[in-house]
């Protein structure tokens, strides 16, 4: 559970700095950027359909409210510096 706040804090992380500088340090357009994946447990989303809630408690961890159609719904924590 804890992989999967990391890969979504990453990701957001890195989506919100792609957004907010779009150059590199020499001026030119930036196409790439450095990130890391991480997976939340397959079955808080069996079928892949995404997550509704990203939030940062805190205690600085982040929490993830994620569903399974017809199963269950869980609010996985996910602890950045772990």
């Known amino acids: 559970m804890r992989r999967l706040f990391l890969i979504l804090s990453v990701g957001c992380v890195g989506w919100l700095l792609a957004s907010a500088n779009g150059f590199s340090a020499d001026g030119a357009p930036s196409k790439w950027l450095q990130s890391t994946a991480y997976v939340i447990p ?13 939030i940062e408690g805190l205690n600085k961890r982040l929490y993830v409210g994620t569903h399974a159609n017809g199963v269950n719904s869980w609010l996985v924590e996910f602890d950045p510096v772990a």
């Open 42 to 54: 397959k079955y808080t989303a069996t079928e892949g359909e995404g997550y509704f809630a990203i």
